[in-house]
């Protein structure tokens, strides 16, 4: 993807380096070829220059593994150059605008399907629970005919025996 009649863009390092990679991926035949396509395009649209690799991670189809993959490249390329490392102050935003965090799913509560196995086992622990109290031992040989009115699904299969039939 390295074609020298490409535009100029805001950051033709990363450009160069995300087209070799593309170039790359393309020759093994890598599933990868399809995101480093995306990355690319996303590096020749952006109109502004990148203060550091991290901050390409606002660009579509660049993810943190890319962004991470290019702050190497540019740690060795300025090494190459003897160009030295700018601070962290300096690629901050300056702006203050808030960094990109990724979303965190809200935990929901485990609610097992109405008489399936889990069902069954809760089911029996409750009953055993307000029969005999907190700190009763329930073997399993007692708990399982005790669960298996709750579910559908038999807890002993003709033919096993213990941990799945071994």
């Keep these: ?51 550091s690799a991290q901050d390409a991670v606002q660009l579509q189809g660049i993810g943190q593994t890319i962004a991470d ?5 540019l740690t060795a390329w300025r090494r190459e150059n003897n160009i030295p490392e700018t601070p962290p102050s300096a690629t901050s935003d300056p702006a203050g605008e808030p960094q990109r965090t990724q979303r965190s799913v809200a935990a929901r509560p485990y609610i097992p399907r ?18 005999y109290g907190a700190d009763y031992f329930v073997p399993k040989a007692e708990l399982v005919p005790l669960c298996e009115q709750y579910t559908d699904t038999p807890f002993h299969v003709a033919g096993t025996q213990g941990r799945g039939g071994r």
Excluded at 69 to 73: D, E, I, S, T, Y
Excluded at 114 to 131: I, M, V
């Design 1 to 51: 993807m390295s074609d020298p009649a490409e535009p100029e863009c805001a950051n033709p390092l990363f450009l160069k380096w995300v087209g070799e990679w593309l170039d790359d991926a393309t020759k093994r035949n890598s599933k990868m070829q399809y995101t480093l396509k995306k990355a690319h395009a996303s590096l020749q649209r952006y109109p502004l220059a990148l203060a």
């Design 69 to 73: 993959r290019l702050a190497k490249k």
């Design 114 to 131: 109405y008489r399936s196995g889990a069902f069954a086992l809760l089911l029996g622990l409750l009953k055993t629970y307000s029969l």
